[in-house]
């Protein structure tokens, strides 16, 4: 069962165009979340984080929007720069039933920018 | 500051053995997490450990295991090798006061491929 989904594995855009990546999720427990991007060979790096008593968040070009109504988050990147080119991973996080906070991760979009 | 580490980066091995897997956190980092990659299930948490011992637990059986020395430094150990282990191996750091609400940093990851 996977709490959290990025139902799109990969997304094209022009390279100057708006990028957006979804994100949904199934678990009211989730207060926390964040996307991470990843290059090949390489491990993923923190992009930006939201917490869940906000709806949006801003850092230079990338923006993360929060609908906690619909259990849904959205990554924007304006303007697309072909080094965004990369995967990237939605996560959430809330204390389960032990209390002890745990992350759960989706399975990541592939974004390629073209030139 | 040096990044987080992960010895070997690449390692062959064949069913029914066992692996040991090694991580370095970021100075000052005290908590590390370990997760499987694989194509279609994109990160799975493995466990993490904070001060020498196992605070989260993902669902994996007990052929995986880890531990966590004074130093931070964690390693993380797979017996009876099976193909399905075959998977690129992550290690992430962060401070650890707070759990999976901190960024965590990523090393470069262990690529195991099972024969």
């Known amino acids: 069962d996977q709490q959290v989904k990025q139902n799109s594995p990969s997304l094209s855009v022009q390279e100057g165009r708006i990028s957006i990546l979804n994100c949904d999720y199934t678990n009211s427990m989730f207060d926390y979340f964040l996307w991470y991007k990843k290059y090949p060979a390489e491990g993923p790096t923190f992009l930006i984080s939201i917490s869940s008593i906000k709806d949006k968040n801003e850092d230079g070009r990338f923006t993360v929007f929060l609908n906690k109504s619909a259990k849904h988050l959205s990554l924007h990147i304006v303007p697309s720069q072909p080094g965004d080119s990369a995967v990237y991973f939605c996560?959430?996080?809330?204390?389960?039933?032990?209390?002890?906070?745990?992350?759960?991760w989706g399975l990541g979009t592939s974004l390629a920018v073209n030139p | 500051k040096a990044g987080v580490t992960q010895t070997p980066r690449y390692l062959i091995k064949t069913r029914g053995q066992q692996v040991t897997l090694s991580c370095s956190p970021i100075?000052?980092?005290?908590?590390v997490s370990w997760y499987q990659q694989t194509p279609g299930q994109g990160l799975q948490f493995l466990f993490e450990y904070f001060s020498e011992t196992q605070r989260n637990k993902g669902n994996f059986p007990g052929r995986f295991s880890g531990r966590q020395f004074s130093n931070s430094r964690s390693e993380m150990n797979v017996s009876t090798l099976e193909l399905g282990d075959s998977a690129l191996y992550l290690c992430?750091?962060?401070?650890?006061?707070?759990?999976?609400?901190?960024?965590?940093?990523f090393g470069p990851g262990t690529r195991l491929l099972v024969l």
């Open positions: 992430a750091s962060s401070l650890g006061a707070s759990g999976h609400t901190e960024t965590q940093y």
């Open positions: 996560a959430a996080s809330g204390f389960n039933a032990g209390n002890n906070r745990k992350l759960i």
């Open positions: 100075s000052g980092h005290r908590s």
